[in-house]
């Protein structure tokens, strides 16, 4: 064998962690895989004294001499977009290293600017872990899916989002509680808004989008949209007409430019998508001439993380660096956002009204106004007085029609709270 291949991990924590255990038992077999001796030779994390379920050799108090050190690769699991994470990368980077991490958020933000310090100074920096956990997305777009060009993108990309919605479905209970229940079983963030509101889906989907379409990540570009809304009475109604919600990020080639967006979508329950349940994650990715593919399994969590971070690992070990997503920096384009408004789709509404007589005529008229024609209504009275749901179904229709329609019918005092659109995925 050739000289070891050293490793330096920055963070201890879940993933981490993970990874010290998954080398410490196996780590011949993946040292032969590799062709070299796989060889933590140093690791950091914020408290030295913190009780940890594995063996801690090599400690260092300060992260960024990992940086310093005489490490082939330093492994960055600390997470956040910006502070000790982002200064380590590149110090790292820059003095020639290897880069693993996990940290999507870093990434959708500084990706273009650390993949051109990985080619400058002739290093990789991979990120399998970043997107989707255990589930080899980025290998697959970048190397296995190039052949016909990828036109689009969906996905389900947070465990979190997707554990909630299937529990709303099974249990009938609203968000605020199944969100409660999934803090206290660890399954969600103290501060769920970066999953809950979309934005963790976002940094993922820029990633997938850049990998994919050859473009610099632009986040700005994801329109965002969480699940924080959705009600029991929406996921009843979805399933009457054969449909699941799910929190989708979605990436697709519009006449040269590129849509991206994350939103509460419905798909139909015989869907691979649909069948996503739980903390799962599931992409799906349409390459052209080549069909559609589907990936699904864990995308969070100790055991699946760790996979792909030693997968990138290995792969880092084995040979000559791979541009980072995917093309060389000169060759990435920027991207070109389409107008996400202009697509189209079915629509679901929902809106509350007052069961008072010309409220159904006014937004029918509300609707025609804004061109939006409907396939199918449902109207449903839960007690005398109270509020009348009203549920429509529209032929396909672009949001920004979508949009108008909704303003001026949520201007009316006969329309209780917000109203509710959500697209649907029929393809
Ligand atoms: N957890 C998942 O399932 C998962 C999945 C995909 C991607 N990721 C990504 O993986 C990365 C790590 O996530 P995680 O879940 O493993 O996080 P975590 O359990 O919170 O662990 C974070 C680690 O970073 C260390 N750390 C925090 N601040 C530090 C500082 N200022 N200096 C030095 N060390 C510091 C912590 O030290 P102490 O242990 O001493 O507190 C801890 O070991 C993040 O980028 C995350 O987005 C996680």
Request: glycine residues 10%; neutral net charge; proline residues 4%.
């Amino acid at each position: 064998m050739t000289a070891p291949f050293k490793i330096a991990i920055a963070g201890l924590g879940t993933v981490g962690g993970g990874v010290v255990k998954a080398l410490a038992a196996r780590g011949e077999e993946l040292s032969r895989r590799a062709g070299r001796t796989l060889e933590i030779i140093a690791v950091s994390a914020r408290d030295k004294k913190k009780a940890r379920d594995f063996a801690v050799t090599g400690w260092t108090d300060d992260v960024l001499s990992l940086a310093r050190a005489d490490a082939d690769v330093v492994v960055e699991l600390i997470g956040g977009e910006e502070g000790i994470a982002r200064q380590l990368v590149e110090t790292a980077l820059a003095n020639g290293k290897h880069v693993v991490t996990a940290n999507k958020a870093l990434l959708a933000k500084h990706g273009l600017a650390l993949a051109q310090l990985a080619e400058k100074n002739k290093v990789t920096l991979k990120f399998e872990a970043a997107a989707a956990g255990g589930i080899p997305i980025v290998k697959a777009l970048r190397e296995g899916l190039i052949a016909h060009g990828v036109d689009a993108v969906k996905g389900i990309l947070n465990g979190t989002c997707n554990y909630i919605l299937t529990e709303m479905e099974s249990s009938g209970r609203a968000f605020d509680d199944v969100l409660k229940e999934a803090q206290a079983k660890g399954y969600a963030e103290a501060d769920p808004t970066l999953d809950v509101g979309g934005g963790d889906t976002a940094h993922k989907l820029a990633l997938l989008a850049a990998i994919a379409f050859g473009t610099a990540p632009n986040l700005d570009a994801v329109a965002v949209e969480g699940i924080q809304h959705i009600t029991p009475d929406d996921i009843a109604f979805a399933s009457e007409f054969g449909f699941r919600i799910k929190l989708l990020g979605v990436a697709r080639r519009v006449d040269g430019k590129i849509d991206q967006r994350v939103n509460p979508a419905m798909v139909r329950v015989r869907s691979a998508l649909a069948n996503v349940g739980g903390a799962a994650n599931g992409v799906s990715v349409d390459a052209g001439e080549a069909g559609t593919f589907f990936f699904s399994g864990r995308g969070a969590g100790e055991a699946p993380t760790a996979s792909a971070v030693i997968a990138d690992i290995v792969e880092a070990a084995c040979g000559a660096p791979s541009p980072v997503f995917g093309r060389p920096v000169a060759d990435l384009k920027p991207m070109t956002p389409a107008d996400g408004k202009a697509a189209v789709s079915p629509w679901y509404l929902r809106f509350e009204v007052l069961d008072v007589p010309g409220v159904l005529a006014s937004i029918a008229g509300n609707l025609a106004e804004a061109g939006v024609s409907i396939e199918s209504m449902i109207q449903r009275v839960r007690a005398p007085g109270a509020p009348v749901t009203i549920v429509m179904i529209t032929h396909e229709t672009s949001q920004a029609s979508v949009e108008r329609a909704l303003k001026a019918i949520g201007a009316s005092d006969k329309v209780r709270g917000r109203p509710c659109m959500i697209p649907m995925e029929t393809a």
